[in-house]
């Protein structure tokens, strides 16, 4: 795990895969607003959030329980990253998939992402060897300690 015992979150959505952290008391609101953020939706558009268990079947994250055992099993299975597959809909029924979602986006090792990547403090970075100390330049002579002066 990475420092403060942030949890490394793999989100794959639309051919893409984005990177980011989170605490292991995330409350569920809150990890939807981050969700939503890292997908770009509005706050009306219902979304499926899914990760896969140790027998490769796809679970839905739709309660603060269901949240809670994603993160449990990540801890008890010393996993490096948890993996979020995103669909910009509902299923049509309990236990259906949703519209889009098929078995073989599952399968480990497949290579069909254009890219990861990484969201720290609000900002997209896409990098090879992705450091997450960077700092942002935009962010440091706007709103740090440098100002521009004209």
């Avoid at 959030?49 to 079947?57: A, G, L, P």
């Avoid at 679970?59 to 010393?78: F, G, P």
């Avoid at 997209?124 to 330049?137: I, M, P, Q, T, V």
Wanted: a negative charge.
């Amino acid at each position: 795990m990475s420092q403060n015992n942030e949890i490394r979150i793999r989100t794959v959505y639309n051919g893409g895969i984005m990177i980011t952290y989170i605490l292991p008391t995330i409350l569920l609101d809150e990890f939807y607003k981050e969700i939503r953020e890292i997908c770009k939706f509005s706050n009306e558009q219902p979304f499926t959030i899914k990760w896969i268990d140790e027998d490769n079947d796809p679970c839905t994250i739709s309660s603060q329980e269901e949240l809670d055992e994603a993160l449990r099993l990540y801890e008890v299975n010393h996993d490096s990253e948890l993996t979020l597959h995103i669909f910009p809909n509902v299923p049509p029924a309990p236990g259906m998939p949703c519209v889009g979602e098929d078995k073989s986006i599952y399968r480990r090792g497949a290579r069909r992402f254009r890219g990861k990547k990484y969201m720290v403090n609000g900002h997209e970075f896409e990098a090879k060897r992705f450091n997450r100390r960077a700092y942002c330049a935009y962010v440091l002579i706007v709103y740090g300690d440098w100002v521009v002066r004209d």
